[in-house]
């Protein structure tokens, strides 16, 4: 079907005045060729837009619903991470329970067991004093150089104890503060010696012999100091000739004891200090006599 105008349309001018090209129509409706009017094509369009738009927001909204199911998702898988939260809590209870067993250490210490260590400490300490004793014994020895005697000699020198009998130095003079002591032929005497001086050693010496015996026993006290350098050996050395008891230097204000025979033969013994210039050569100085009955 062809759809036309009423004619030729003329303005006052006389001019022909008609559309561009050869459609023959409007722009408002389907022109020569028979189409659609354009309006309506502006308002497909429009509607389509318009239609596009709904789904495009239904679509959002729909994807906004999916992303808001999310969150939901997330606390239930929450709650059942920490519903398995407990579950390393269960290895503290574990833990805990355990305690009570570390708790029975103290069986497996079984510190009774421990308490035999004082018969061990015990007889660590009686070893540890044997051994310091013997240690001071061993210094003490060492103290004493060799040559020096630290116990009573002579051939009347005897053990066990007997008729006591005392004599001491006089003071700070250098004398006996007895000059004569008196026994019994072949009995024992017990014999204490004081050094009553502050500041000089003496000793007791019993010499069988004349005054030429007696000093040349206190000659070889003397000698015996020089070699050994030491005042502690102004004794004669054993096997002097002449001496029947001999006792060490005793240091001042100390005790000597020594215990002896007496002589069986009847007479007058001489006991002198052998402590150099202490005895004078004839008889004079720290000199006594022993009286045997």
Not at 9 to 35: C, P, V
Not at 42 to 58: K, Q
Not at 237 to 253: C, D, K, R, S, Y
Request: proline share 8%.
């Amino acid at each position: 079907m062809s759809w036309r105008g009423s004619g030729n349309f003329r303005g006052s001018g006389g001019s022909d005045w008609r559309g561009k090209g050869n459609s023959g129509g409007s722009a408002l409706n389907g022109g020569s060729a028979g189409g659609p009017p354009l309006i309506y094509l502006i308002a497909g369009a429009i509607g389509v837009g318009i239609l596009a738009l709904i789904i495009v927001i239904a679509v959002g909204m729909s994807s906004g619903g999916n992303t808001a199911a999310a969150p939901t998702a997330v606390p239930t898988t929450a709650p059942a991470d920490a519903t398995a939260a407990p579950a390393p809590t269960g290895e503290p209870v574990a833990a805990a329970t355990e305690v009570p067993a570390a708790t029975q250490a103290p069986a497996a210490t079984q510190a009774p067991a421990a308490t035999t260590a004082p018969t061990a400490t015990a007889a660590t300490t009686a070893t540890a004093a044997t051994t310091a004793t013997a240690a001071t014994t061993a210094t003490t020895a060492a103290a004493v150089p060799a040559g020096i005697p630290t116990e009573p000699y002579g051939p009347a020198v005897t053990t066990g104890s007997g008729t006591a009998l005392e004599i001491g130095s006089d003071g700070e003079l250098l004398l006996f503060d007895k000059t004569t002591l008196e026994v019994n032929g072949g009995d024992t005497y017990t014999l204490t010696f004081t050094n009553n001086s502050t500041a000089v050693q003496h000793n007791w010496v019993l010499v069988e012999g004349d005054a030429t015996v007696v000093d040349n026993v206190a000659k070889a006290a003397i000698a015996n100091q020089l070699k050994l350098r030491n005042p502690l050996g102004s004794v004669p050395p054993e096997g002097t000739a002449g001496v029947l008891a001999a006792m060490p230097i005793i240091n001042p204000g100390e005790v000597g004891e020594i215990t002896f025979e007496a002589p069986t033969k009847p007479g007058t013994y001489y006991f002198i200090c052998t402590f150099p210039a202490h005895y004078i050569n004839g008889l004079q100085g720290m000199v006594g006599e022993l009286v045997v009955k």
